[in-house]
């Protein structure tokens, strides 16, 4: 098969990162390598794979932390949004796309958990990287109103932007499985059954009652 695609626990408050690589052309990207990211190089390494680049969701420092000794062991340029605390190597912007093997990492700008928030989508086989955009039955947290307005506007922009066959990829361990489908988080996440910003700013208030009489974590 031509995808090489892990889910790896980093650490930190259950961090995921990822590796994606095309088998053939051996080339990889590490995404959030944070905690622990010698385990993702080590694992391109057994594979034989070269990775071209590290790309980060956003800044925050649980998912960039690694981002020196990935560099360090791998020789990669950091890629990642122009508002990284620390200026990445390669900019990333809305609609770009980056090339990994064969594979092309569509880049989707989704700011409000944080301004420099992006998404991952790799068309070929549905892969949609979400960092803390979007987790399994949950959404990002937001510091205020405009922010949770923002990351609503940013929901609709991804949403509409690929299929419900994509797969769900988060940047934590939060939901009752490592993994979804858009379709899925479409009929069972609260936040996306919101039918407006409104709501979802109400749920947002209301989310520790929620939480408690729904049994959820």
């Given at each position: 098969m031509q995808l090489i695609f892990e889910q790896i626990r980093t650490g930190g408050d259950r961090n995921f990162g990822y590796l994606l690589a095309d088998r053939e052309a051996r080339q990889a990207v590490l995404i959030d390598p944070s905690y622990t990211p010698e385990v993702l190089v080590e694992r391109a390494v057994e594979q034989h794979l070269q990775v071209m680049f590290i790309?980060?969701?956003h800044g925050h420092a649980d998912h960039t932390n690694g981002n020196d000794k990935a560099v360090e062991l791998t020789g990669a340029p950091v890629a990642g949004h122009r508002g990284l605390p620390k200026p990445p190597d390669v900019l990333l912007a809305d609609g770009q796309e980056l090339a990994v093997?064969?594979?092309?990492?569509?880049?989707?700008e989704a700011p409000g958990h944080a301004e420099d928030h992006l998404v991952v989508y790799e068309p070929t086989y549905d892969l949609l990287i979400t960092g803390d955009l979007l987790f399994v039955g949950k959404i990002g947290g937001t510091r205020s109103d405009a922010d949770a307005r923002t990351e609503w506007e940013s929901l609709q922009r991804v949403l509409r932007a690929v299929p419900d066959t994509a797969t769900v990829w988060p940047g934590h361990d939060y939901g009752v499985r490592p993994s979804s489908t858009i379709a899925m988080e479409r009929k069972t996440n609260p936040f996306l059954l919101c039918q407006d910003e409104e709501s979802l700013l109400r749920l947002k208030a209301e989310w520790p009652t929620f939480k408690k009489q729904h049994g959820l974590k």
């Amino acid at each position: 098969m031509q995808l090489i695609f892990e889910q790896i626990r980093t650490g930190g408050d259950r961090n995921f990162g990822y590796l994606l690589a095309d088998r053939e052309a051996r080339q990889a990207v590490l995404i959030d390598p944070s905690y622990t990211p010698e385990v993702l190089v080590e694992r391109a390494v057994e594979q034989h794979l070269q990775v071209m680049f590290i790309v980060n969701t956003h800044g925050h420092a649980d998912h960039t932390n690694g981002n020196d000794k990935a560099v360090e062991l791998t020789g990669a340029p950091v890629a990642g949004h122009r508002g990284l605390p620390k200026p990445p190597d390669v900019l990333l912007a809305d609609g770009q796309e980056l090339a990994v093997g064969a594979l092309r990492l569509r880049i989707i700008e989704a700011p409000g958990h944080a301004e420099d928030h992006l998404v991952v989508y790799e068309p070929t086989y549905d892969l949609l990287i979400t960092g803390d955009l979007l987790f399994v039955g949950k959404i990002g947290g937001t510091r205020s109103d405009a922010d949770a307005r923002t990351e609503w506007e940013s929901l609709q922009r991804v949403l509409r932007a690929v299929p419900d066959t994509a797969t769900v990829w988060p940047g934590h361990d939060y939901g009752v499985r490592p993994s979804s489908t858009i379709a899925m988080e479409r009929k069972t996440n609260p936040f996306l059954l919101c039918q407006d910003e409104e709501s979802l700013l109400r749920l947002k208030a209301e989310w520790p009652t929620f939480k408690k009489q729904h049994g959820l974590k």
